[in-house]
């Protein structure tokens, strides 16, 4: 397995020209990979406790998840704020929200426009790792956070335990090599539980709590199930209708998930290992 590059000194301007190029990728592919993203958007739910009637703040929500599951929970009663650095991202949510249920914000979670105590419920899935200071995003997400309110936060557990990540990344840097200064390898940046707890304490939260939320799945042997996942995380560095590198990167995968076939050979065993911190005002 190649080891990713270690991280650059992380500057916004490229931090945000990353997540620019990638939005229409995860717009596109949003619907497909919706059953699958709300695997991770109900335990974070219900870990932050949100209930029908209340007021949810979505700290980076990329193309509305779990934004959307959100606003199904809190109903016409609630309010569910969505944001995201990228405004490119949110008129993405904007096509999967036809009945504009969400309040769409642009904002960098470090400096949030928001008054004190303005939320119950504060949510953020995968979106802490990108972002150059945590502690200050920590910190704005607890000013933002009513008294007994709660906020959960969702970041990538280590790399070695995520099966279509690690195929993924050592197959696309095997066909065209990822970029040392590509910020999708950030997403591996906080994949450590003491730290992570660490970091929301320091940040003011009470009863802090962080735990691992391991998935397993399977996936057919027969089809190329990591497509919607190769768009998204890797798209960017990828030309539209490039044959070749996509049958190229399509080869690399089977080879790098060979030894997680299943048991009858038609399926792969997928791993997938997130932490879930959780914290009250
Ligand atoms: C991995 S995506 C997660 C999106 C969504 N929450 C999900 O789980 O599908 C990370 C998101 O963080 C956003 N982001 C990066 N830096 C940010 C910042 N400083 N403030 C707010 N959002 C940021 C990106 O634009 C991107 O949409």
Redesign the pocket.
């Known amino acids: 397995m190649t080891d990713p590059p270690s991280p650059t000194p992380i500057d916004a301007a490229s931090?945000r020209a990353h997540?620019r190029d990638k939005a229409a990728h995860?717009t596109g592919w949003a619907e497909t990979t919706a059953a699958m993203?709300d695997r991770f958007n109900r335990p974070l739910l219900d870990a932050v406790g949100l209930r029908p009637g209340e007021r949810l703040l979505?700290?980076?929500?990329?193309?509305g998840?779990?934004a959307l599951t959100a606003a199904a929970i809190a109903g016409p009663a609630g309010r569910v704020v969505a944001?995201?650095?990228?405004p490119e991202?949110l008129a993405g949510i904007k096509q999967r929200d036809p009945e504009r249920r969400l309040t769409l914000v642009a904002?960098?979670?470090?400096r949030l426009p928001f008054a004190d105590a303005a939320f119950e419920r504060i949510s953020?899935?995968?979106?802490l790792m990108?972002?150059p200071d945590p502690l200050a995003?920590l910190t704005e997400a607890r000013r933002a956070l009513r008294p007994g309110g709660r906020a959960g936060f969702l970041t990538w557990g280590p790399r070695a335990d995520q099966t279509l990540f690690t195929a993924l990344g050592d197959a696309v840097d095997e066909v065209i090599g990822v970029p040392a200064d590509d910020h999708h390898w950030q997403?591996f940046r906080l994949d450590d539980p003491q730290a992570l707890t660490a970091l929301l304490r320091d940040a003011g939260f009470r009863e802090v709590e962080t735990r691992a939320l391991k998935l397993d799945g399977r996936a057919p042997a027969d089809r190329p199930f990591w497509r919607p996942q190769l768009a998204m995380s890797f798209g960017h560095l990828l030309e539209d209708g490039d044959a070749a590198t996509h049958a190229a990167i399509d080869a690399a995968m089977r080879r790098a998930l060979a030894p997680h076939r299943a048991e009858d050979g038609t399926r792969y065993r997928l791993q997938a290992h997130a932490l879930l911190a959780t914290g009250a005002a």
């Open positions: 931090i997540w995860w993203a979505d700290l980076a929500s990329g193309a998840e779990p944001t995201d650095l990228i991202m904002a960098d979670m470090q953020c899935r995968f979106g990108f972002v995003a997403v």
